[in-house]
């Protein structure tokens, strides 16, 4: 299983609003990442765990908060969003820890986000 | 077809041509690179990679080409299909950076029939 599966699909929600992303993968991968994706842009890292531990934060703004409840599970929480935060959220994950170079990541489909 | 992945973002092929994407990266430090294809509405998809002792790597119909020299990758797609539409993005592995991947700024290919 090469999985990444993310959930919601799609979602919308105010700037009020309190809301998660989840993604979860069975590679045993000890690895994941939350990345940001504008249109016609490339990925933009946000946030790396590894094993299970927060290892990179790209200096995301706080109403952004990522969990790690196990290795096989990522959250993002979302809380006060702007208009401006609209995107495709990708989750990705690895063999390797965040430490460790050179390791493949496998990207889920992606939650669109729209932000009203 | 070929393109300059940086400073021209689309590239249009006729089926059953070759596909040449480039892309140029900055940092000499950087020792492993991937290439992505991402369709409309998924994920980026891993098509190949390269680690920096390597100056050549084949796949299933695609062959990644890096020059160290003058920091350039390639990605070869022989006879490209329909199927192979997209946005392709290199993304490299810099020293110090953990398992953080940069990506560029991706090349959209066009396949025309």
């Known amino acids: 299983d090469t999985e990444v599966t993310q959930t919601p699909k799609h979602l919308v929600m105010g700037m009020t609003n309190k809301k998660s992303l989840k993604c979860e993968q069975h590679?045993?991968?000890?690895?994941m990442y939350w990345y940001k994706q504008k249109a016609k842009k490339p990925p933009e890292l946000m946030f790396v765990?590894?094993?299970?531990?927060?290892?990179i934060n790209e200096s995301v703004p706080s109403r952004f908060s990522p969990e790690c409840p196990n290795s096989s599970l990522l959250n993002l929480h979302l809380h006060a969003l702007q208009p401006e935060d609209s995107a495709l959220y990708l989750c990705?994950?690895?063999?390797?820890?965040?430490?460790?170079?050179?390791?493949?990541?496998?990207f889920g489909p992606g939650t669109r986000l729209t932000v009203t | 077809g070929e393109s300059v992945g940086l400073h021209l973002p689309t590239l249009s092929v006729q089926e059953g041509d070759n596909s040449i994407i480039n892309c140029a990266y900055s940092?000499?430090?950087?020792?492993?690179f991937i290439w992505y294809k991402q369709e409309s509405g998924k994920g980026p998809q891993f098509i190949i990679d390269?680690?920096?002792?390597?100056d050549k790597r084949q796949g299933q119909r695609v062959t990644v080409l890096l020059n160290k020299t003058v920091k350039h990758l390639s990605l070869q797609i022989a006879a490209t299909q329909p199927g192979d539409s997209a946005v392709y993005f290199c993304a490299e592995n810099r020293e110090g950076g953990g398992n953080k991947l940069t990506f560029g700024t991706g090349t959209q290919l066009k396949v025309e029939l």
């Open positions: 990705a994950s690895s063999q390797a820890g965040g430490v460790t170079r050179g390791s493949e990541q496998y």
């Open positions: 590679m045993g991968h000890r690895a």
């Open positions: 940092n000499s430090a950087s020792d492993y």
């Open positions: 765990y590894s094993y299970e531990k927060l290892s």
């Open positions: 390269i680690r920096s002792n390597m």
